[in-house]
């Protein structure tokens, strides 16, 4: 089931234009969700890091290997955060690192 939410939100990514993979609009949302909902830069930078995602993802023939490096990073990184400006340092870091993809 969680390679299954995994490659949904991947898709999402992918597909038009990129957005922001967090629902606002889900109740039960996580303190991360939260701080992505309240703060547009930091939203913004979330965008900016799923257009890199899919840049990258795009450009790559390691597929696989740059989806679960993603997972990696959010879960050991990302969600490590407990403030705002520590999200919007691992966002722009992540994003870089994208970029060499």
Known sequence: MRRYA???MLFALL?????AATDCSR?????????LCSNDKL??????????????FNRTERREALI?????????VRDACKDVPC?????QDRTSELDTW
């Not at 939203?43 to 990258?56: E, S």
């Open 6 to 8: 995994g490659c949904v």
């Open 15 to 19: 597909a038009g234009p990129a957005t």
């Open 27 to 35: 109740p039960n949302k996580s303190s991360i969700d939260m701080m």
């Open 43 to 56: 939203a913004l930078a979330d965008n900016i890091m799923a257009r890199a995602f899919r840049d990258a």
């Open 68 to 76: 679960e490096d993603q997972e990696r990073w959010r879960k050991t």
């Open 87 to 91: 999200l919007m340092r691992a966002y």
